[in-house]
């Protein structure tokens, strides 16, 4: 299918750019492109760095205290 797209400088430059690295027409790299940004992003489990009595300790972005378990609570009374 044909269409015709207004591409911004930047965003035809970064798809010339690919197509130079991958040796193809810029349309096969605008392709290319949009296939990689509506693939899944890929699922990473979360690290573990030691155990505890058994459990895995995960690190998180912050620590996670009684106040945080509370507010569920209330939230979900």
Do not use: Q, W
């Not at 010339?16 to 193809?24: D, E, H, V």
């Not at 155990?51 to 620590?63: C, D, E, M």
């Amino acid at each position: 299918m044909k269409l015709t797209l207004d591409l911004e400088s930047d965003l035809y430059a970064t798809a010339k750019s690919l197509a130079r690295k991958l040796n193809c027409s810029v349309s096969a790299a605008v392709h290319e492109l949009l296939r990689r940004s509506l693939r899944p992003a890929p699922v990473v489990p979360p690290k573990t760095a030691r155990r505890s009595n058994g459990l895995p300790i995960v690190h998180g972005r912050r620590a996670f205290g009684s106040e945080d378990v509370y507010r569920i609570e209330i939230e979900a009374a």
